[in-house]
């Protein structure tokens, strides 16, 4: 992707994108059931939450010699700087990505989106404060800067501060941004207060806008299946499985599904499926005890 140093892409977060009838309805401890598994199961995923897939290419010594070159030729230019410590940081090399963003910003302390770079790297680093500095100082430069409230917006999700969470998402989305993980975060706080429409129709947008990430998938089908309607729920789980079949979450809401269905044999092979995945994933392991033992 390219980077920017005027006016910025709303469909870049930091320095990277995301990588788009009823049968019937399930009973009532079914669907509390429902509620605290599959919420469980969706609410924190990689591509939704600003942290980095590391792309081991991006620092290799091939393209880091030919950012540094450009680099040398422009030494007082800090748009060189900031696309390298993007590179540096895509790689997983944060401390390098840092130095390259503190020199962007030494040399232009306006540069609101080093800023923004700066503060996912901090994010990765598990250094929350010091990334929420960050946002606050992008914002502070441009107002109007959507990935900086998705970005602060993701910090105060995780702290469980939902209110001011949502109030950066729905910033972010009447800037008009194309990003979606805006919906998709503002949907899992409608989702946690139980307000499933908007859920529902907040996961839809983010699916439209990145179609081929599967956390909209997973999050609509947890929305569906708490209003009762787990053939919709089924086809979202699969569709994400589809696009990913590496996430536990997905694997242990398709066997929530099969739960709630009164088919515990399909229900434990997906619960240890994605136990195998993720051995440590709590409620995989509760389905699997709950199926097997019955």
Not at 63 to 76: D, F, R
Not at 82 to 101: E, I, K, P, T
Request: charged share 20%.
């Amino acid at each position: 992707m390219a980077f920017k140093t005027a006016a910025p892409s709303s469909a870049t977060i930091g320095f990277f994108t995301i990588t788009h009838p009823i049968r019937g309805k399930v009973t009532l401890s079914a669907l509390a059931l429902a509620s605290s598994v599959l919420l469980a199961g969706c609410s924190t995923t990689s591509q939704t939450t600003d942290l980095i897939t590391v792309d081991r290419a991006q620092g290799s010594e091939e393209n880091i010699s030919s950012l540094t070159a450009v680099i040398n030729a422009n030494p007082g230019d800090p748009e060189g700087y900031n696309v390298r410590g993007s590179a540096y940081g895509r790689a997983g090399q944060f401390s390098r990505a840092l130095d390259d963003f503190n020199r962007a910003i030494q040399l232009n302390p306006q540069f609101y989106q080093a800023y923004a770079n700066r503060a996912l790297v901090y994010r990765n680093m598990g250094k929350p404060v010091e990334a929420a500095n960050d946002y606050n100082r992008a914002l502070q430069l441009n107002a109007n800067y959507d990935v900086a409230y998705i970005g602060r917006g993701n910090i105060y999700r995780q702290a469980g501060r939902n209110d001011e969470a949502f109030n950066d998402f729905n910033r972010a989305i009447q800037l008009d941004t194309t990003d979606g993980r805006a919906f998709h975060n503002r949907g899992l706080i409608y989702q946690l207060r139980g307000q499933h429409a908007q859920a529902i129709e907040d996961f839809s947008k983010a699916i439209s806008l990145s179609p081929n990430s599967p956390e909209p998938y997973n999050g609509r089908a947890v929305s569906y299946l708490a209003m009762g309607d787990d053939e919709n729920a089924f086809a979202d789980i699969n569709t994400a499985i589809a696009y990913n079949d590496k996430l536990a979450e997905s694997w242990t809401n398709q066997g929530l599904v099969y739960e709630t269905r009164g088919d515990r044999a399909r229900a434990a092979k997906s619960f240890a499926h994605a136990a195998r995945l993720d051995p440590n994933y709590q409620p995989a392991k509760d389905g699997l005890a709950r199926t097997r033992s019955s």
